[in-house]
């Protein structure tokens, strides 16, 4: 997981943001999974994620590299990805932090 910007980075090294895109590698839970472990490491009390997402944690280029996996699964899509996604932001909750999800597509898909 790369983080592009600190919480308290200067504001102008931050105007840029909205210009990156995501290519693939698409792994809801464990983008998660590192920033609660950030978040985890912050001396605030109240701890909150908003989480923003499409709904569909794909991992599209897992499937051509037989050497990953994910819990045994092959691919990271569908249901796998799901499950894994739910997974994480339950433990997350566990450990005190509250997770809200903001979906941004359709609401149909």
């Known amino acids: 997981v790369l983080l592009y910007f600190n919480y308290n980075d200067n504001i102008k090294s931050c105007e840029n943001i909205f210009e990156y895109f995501a290519a693939g590698n698409n792994r ?27 709904g569909k944690p794909n991992d599209v280029k897992i499937g051509n590299d037989r050497t990953r996996s994910l819990r045994g699964e092959s691919s990271y899509k569908g249901m796998v990805g799901v499950k894994d996604t739910a997974l994480e932001e339950r433990k997350e909750r566990k450990q005190g932090i509250l997770v809200q999800g903001v979906i941004t597509e359709k609401e149909k898909d």
């Open 28 to 54: 809801d839970g464990l983008a998660i999974k590192a920033t609660c472990d950030a978040l985890l490491d912050r001396e605030e009390e109240n701890k909150i994620l908003i989480v923003l997402s499409d």
